[in-house]
C-alpha cells in the first residue's frame, strides 16, 4: 500500500497486521451502507466491484505505489471475501456520484477508486489510518479524493468513534501531501527508509464541527446488493 494521488489504499482485502476481533461488528456496520456526495459516492465493497478492481491492479503503476504484487481474478475474489471478515478495516468504492446517480450504468462502470480505514491501534481504538486510491486517471485532479477523505473521516468520527486519523503518504507525492495539510492534517514523522511522510489530524470540537460543516451535503442511503445501478433512500 501507500498513497497515489489523494492517497493510494491497499487493495480492499489484502490483509494487513490486526486481529481485532471485537471490532468484528464495527467493521461491518457499513455493509449496508450508501454516502453520497456531490462528486463521488462511497459503497461497500462485494463481489460486483472484483472485476473492475482487478483490471485496476494490473497497472505497474499502481502495483508500485500501493506496495501490491499481482493477482490472479480467482484471488481477487477470494481477497474480496476475505475482507467480509476483516476486524479492523473498514472498505468502501468509491463510485462518481454524477454517473451513479443519473444511472447511466452499473456500479461497476461507475468506479474511480476505493478508500479504508484501518484501526490497528489495539490500544487506542480512537486511532485510524486512512487511505484513499483514486485510481481511474481521468478522475485525478478534480476533488474526488478530497471529497472522499472527508466523507471518510465524517463517518469514521460518527460511526466508528475515530478521533485521530494518520496518512501515510510516499514522499514524492506532493499533490496528497499538501491535500492533507489544506485539510488541517500536520506533518509529524518522516520515514527515509520507506520513504513516507506520516500525517496526523486530532479531531477536537472545533476540528469535529469544521468536518460536519463541510460533509453537511452528505447523503446516508441503503445500500441493496441486488440492485447496483443505485441504492435506495433510507
Not at 70 to 79: A, I, N, R, V, W
Not at 179 to 205: C, P, Y
Request: glycine content about 6%; proline content about 3%.
Amino acid at each position: 500500500m501507500r498513497w497515489i494521488t489523494c492517497g493510494s489504499a491497499e487493495p480492499p482485502g489484502r490483509t494487513r497486521l490486526g486481529g481485532m476481533r471485537p471490532r468484528l461488528e464495527t467493521m461491518k456496520i457499513n455493509q449496508n451502507t450508501v454516502l453520497q456526495g456531490k462528486k463521488v459516492t462511497l459503497v461497500p465493497y462485494t463481489s460486483a466491484h472484483v472485476c473492475r478492481y482487478h483490471e485496476w491492479m494490473k497497472s505497474e503503476e499502481l502495483q508500485r505505489l500501493t506496495a501490491s504484487e499481482p493477482l490472479s481474478l480467482e484471488q481477487e475474489y477470494e481477497m474480496q471475501r476475505s475482507w467480509q471478515e476483516d476486524a479492523d478495516k473498514c472498505t468502501f468504492i468509491v463510485l462518481e456520484t454524477e454517473r451513479w446517480s443519473g444511472q447511466a450504468g452499473t456500479e461497476e462502470d461507475c468506479m474511480v477508486g476505493d478508500v479504508n480505514l484501518f484501526l490497528t491501534d489495539m490500544e487506542d481504538p480512537t486511532v485510524g489510518e486512512i487511505e484513499v486510491m483514486i485510481a481511474e486517471p481521468s478522475c485525478r485532479g478534480r476533488g474526488f479524493g478530497k471529497e472522499t477523505t472527508l466523507i471518510m473521516m465524517f463517518y469514521g468520527v460518527t460511526k466508528l468513534g475515530i478521533t485521530k486519523f494518520e496518512a501515510k503518504v510516499g514522499q514524492e507525492n506532493e499533490a496528497s501531501i499538501c491535500m492533507f495539510k489544506k485539510l488541517n492534517f500536520k506533518e509529524v514523522a518522516v520515514n527515509r527508509i520507506f520513504q513516507e511522510v506520516t500525517l496526523r489530524l486530532d479531531v477536537n470540537e472545533q476540528q469535529k464541527q469544521w468536518l460536519l460543516e463541510q460533509t453537511n451535503h452528505v447523503e446516508e442511503k441503503h445500500y441493496s446488493v441486488n440492485l447496483q445501478t443505485r441504492a435506495s433512500e433510507t
